[in-house]
């Protein structure tokens, strides 16, 4: 038995409309909260700019700095906090409070809820990429690439690396028993992830062994590697793990992340807190 649409009946948003009218709301709230703005915009520039300071000479060979070296990492790191940490701790509020459960109660598709979250992650990921570069050019003179291929890169190595970190702040959100424990839950995987990936530390090549191995199972040193091939010259390889990018690599760690992501989505979302069942 067929069903009919009568004549004069409103269609049903889709969900990437819907998504994108949730990803207003989501921006509109988060620009709000002044105080969550100004910190989430300001520690990756505060730590950049200290870094910068601290760690000082060019680095043999080139005429790279340290702080040059280090703005590159930096900009995977505020990618990696404004997606993985913001949509972990984000979600998380919203399940103890009670909004994914009344959320599944309207006609709305699951999925506009989290094309809403992700477009509001990317929208404060932009903007606190840009703020970086911009510290970076005019405090550390990096310099800007103008070769198009570079930039193609930056693109790629974003997007994938943005997509990979939601996924896995989304899926780390269950973590979370409360919306007070999240800031917790998730900060610190976030750390011991930027260390061991060499966030923080100059040059990555000179990192223990054992740091540099853990590192590399995790999206964030190759997304730091990549935005270093963008930014840097490649006179500044020997300062590497090994003397070559490896985007191949990178685009197979990230892609294999973002799958992954995606898979622990799917197995462990749940829209209700542990205290509510």
């Known amino acids: 038995m067929t069903s009919t649409v009568l004549p004069g009946t409103p269609r049903r948003p889709s ?3 819907l998504g994108l009218h949730r990803a207003a709301i989501e921006v509109k709230s988060f620009f709000r909260e002044r105080d969550a703005v100004a910190f989430t915009f300001a520690m990756p520039v505060v730590i950049l700019a200290l870094l910068g300071a601290i760690f000082d000479g060019v ?3 080139s005429d790279v700095t340290s702080a040059q070296y280090l703005a590159p ?3 995977a790191a505020g990618v990696a906090s404004t997606t993985f940490i913001n949509l972990g701790t984000g979600i998380a509020a919203d399940r103890d409070d009670g909004t994914l459960h009344r959320l599944r109660g309207v006609p709305m598709p699951p999925s506009a809820y989290f094309i809403g979250k992700i477009l509001m ?3 404060i990921t932009v903007g606190e990429t840009v703020a970086l570069l911009g510290i970076a050019v005019v405090a550390f003179d990096l310099s800007l690439p103008t070769d198009p291929e570079r930039w193609l890169t930056f693109g790629w190595v974003f997007l994938l690396g943005a997509t990979a970190c939601a996924l896995t702040g989304i899926a780390a959100s269950g973590l979370a028993g409360s919306a007070r424990s999240a800031g917790a ?8 992830l930027a260390f061991i990936s060499g966030v923080f530390y100059t040059p990555v090549g000179q990192l223990p062994e054992p740091l540099l ?14 935005f270093r091939s963008v930014f840097l010259p490649d006179s500044i390889l ?3 793990v090994v003397p070559s990018w490896e ?7 990230l892609a294999a992340w973002c799958i992954g992501g995606m898979v622990l989505c799917l197995t462990t979302f749940r829209w209700r807190s542990r205290r509510s069942r």
């Open 185 to 192: 839950v998730m900060n610190l995987p976030y750390l011991v």
């Open 15 to 17: 969900a990437a409309r």
């Open 238 to 240: 020997p300062q590497e």
């Open 121 to 123: 992650a990317l929208v």
């Open 73 to 75: 990492s930096m900009i």
């Open 59 to 61: 680095y043999p060979g």
């Open 247 to 253: 985007h191949g690599r990178i685009a197979l760690v």
């Open 213 to 226: 191995t853990a590192g590399s199972l995790f999206p964030l040193k190759w997304m730091a590697q990549g």
